[in-house]
C-alpha cells in the first residue's frame, strides 16, 4: 500500500525590517506555484515566516513590538497566499506572530488543507532566549519577552490523507514534541525554524549548528515512525547569520532532500505516509513496547548530583 503526499518545504532567504509583507507574500505565492508545478499536495513555510526575525531586538514600546504580528488571518495583505493556494487547490502551513482579540501574543503556525479551511493550529510552547534585556548579546533572542508559551499541547489532524501534526522551531530540540504527537499517531510533522548560528550564551555550539538540527529532526522522526518536515528561514538578516539545511526526513530517520542554498529554495519529495506503519508496528509499537509506568520515578539513588553541585576536580 502507498498513501503518497507530495511535499514541498519552501526555504526562506532573508527577510529585512525593511520588507513589508505584500513582499513578503509575493515570494511566498511564487514558491506555492512552483510546488504547484511539481504536483504538491502541501508547501510548508518557516516559522515567522510573514517578518523579520524580531525578537533579536529589544523593544519598549509594545506598538513596535505589536506591529510584527497578525490580528487576522487570512488579513488583507495575507489573503493572496489564501487566494493563490484555494486556486491551485494546494495545501499549505506557515508561521506567524499571532496577536488574538484577547490581547494575547503567540508564536503560531497554521495548516490549512487544499480547500481552503484552516484545520489546525499550534502555539510554540518551547520559548527559547531571554525576557530581559542583555545588552552584551550582539542579537537578543526574546522570543520569552514577546511571546506566551502556547496554551494548547501539540495536536495532530487527520489532513491531506494523513496525521498532521506542527511543532516550531526549538520545539524540535525536546524529544517531548515529538513524542506528544506520536502517541497520537502522527504521519507527518510540519515544522518552521529561525536558527542563528551564533548562540551567545554556548557559542562553543556554533560549529554544531547544522548537526545538531540534523540530530534532533531524524532521531525525532525515527523514534516516533514519522515523516518530519523541517523549513528554515535562513541567510543573514539585518546582519544575523542563520541557518538553512531545510529538510524532509523519512520515518526511517534518513534525510531524503535538503535544501543547498541560503535563499528562497523549495525542495520536493514524494512521501509514502504508509512507510510510517512498519515503525509504529514494530520496534516502536508504543502499545507493546513503552513503559511509562516505569518512567514516573526520578530517584537519585545511585548518588547522581545535578551539574551545579559537581566537583570540577
Ligand atoms: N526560533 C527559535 O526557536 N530558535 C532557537 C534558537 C535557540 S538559541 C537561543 C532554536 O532552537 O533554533
New binding site residues.
Given amino acids: 500500500m502507498s498513501r503518497i503526499i507530495t511535499v514541498g518545504a519552501a526555504q526562506m532567504g532573508a527577510i529585512q525590517r525593511a520588507d513589508n509583507r505584500p513582499a513578503v507574500v509575493k515570494r511566498m505565492v511564487e514558491l506555492m506555484r512552483e510546488a504547484a508545478s511539481h504536483r504538491c499536495d502541501l508547501i510548508v513555510y518557516p ?2 515566516t510573514l517578518t523579520t ?1 524580531f ?1 533579536r531586538w529589544w523593544m519598549e514600546n509594545q506598538d513596535d513590538v505589536d506591529a510584527f504580528f497578525e490580528r487576522e488571518m487570512p488579513s488583507n495583505e495575507t489573503a493572496p497566499l489564501f487566494n493563490e493556494a484555494a486556486k491551485l487547490g494546494i495545501g499549505f502551513s506557515f508561521g506567524y506572530a499571532e496577536l488574538t482579540p484577547e490581547g494575547r501574543h503567540f ?1 503560531t503556525a497554521l495548516l490549512v488543507d487544499k480547500t481552503g479551511r484552516q484545520v489546525g493550529k499550534y502555539r ?1 510552547i ?5 525576557a530581559e534585556h542583555e545588552p552584551w548579546r550582539a542579537f537578543q ?1 526574546l ?1 520569552k519577552r514577546y511571546f506566551e508559551v502556547g496554551d494548547r499541547s501539540w495536536g495532530v489532524w487527520n489532513a491531506l490523507g494523513g496525521n498532521m501534526g506542527m511543532m ?6 525536546w524529544p517531548e514534541s515529538y513524542r506528544m504527537m506520536g502517541l497520537q499517531s502522527v504521519e507527518m510533522i510540519l515544522l518552521g ?4 548560528r551564533h ?4 557559542p562553543d555550539h556554533d560549529r554544531l ?1 547544522e548537526f545538531h ?1 540534523q540530530l534532533v529532526m531524524q532521531a525525532g522522526a525515527y523514534q516516533n515512525g514519522t515523516w518530519v518536515v523541517g523549513v528554515a528561514k535562513c541567510g543573514v538578516e539585518e546582519g544575523c547569520e542563520m ?1 538553512g539545511a531545510s529538510s524532509i526526513v523519512a520515518p526511517t530517520g534518513e534525510i531524503i532532500g535538503q535544501a543547498l542554498t541560503q535563499g528562497d529554495e523549495l525542495i520536493v519529495a514524494r512521501c509514502d505516509l504508509d512507510l510510517t506503519r512498519s515503525y509504529k508496528a514494530s520496534i516502536f509499537n508504543f502499545e507493546m513496547h513503552r513503559q511509562p509506568e516505569h518512567y514516573g520515578r526520578i530517584v537519585q539513588q545511585r548518588g547522581a548530583v545535578p551539574p551545579e553541585g559537581r566537583s570540577e576536580g
Avoid at 516550531?168 to 530540540?173: A, V
Avoid at 525554524?193 to 542563528?196: G, Q, V
Avoid at 548562540?199 to 554556548?202: E, L, M, R, S
Wanted: charged fraction near 20%.
Fill in positions: 516559522e515567522l526575525f525578537p508564536n510554540k518551547h520559548l527559547p532566549g531571554h533572542h522570543e516550531i522551531c526549538n520545539d524540535r530540540r525554524y529561525n536558527t542563528p548562540n551567545p550564551p554556548a549548528s538540527n541557518i
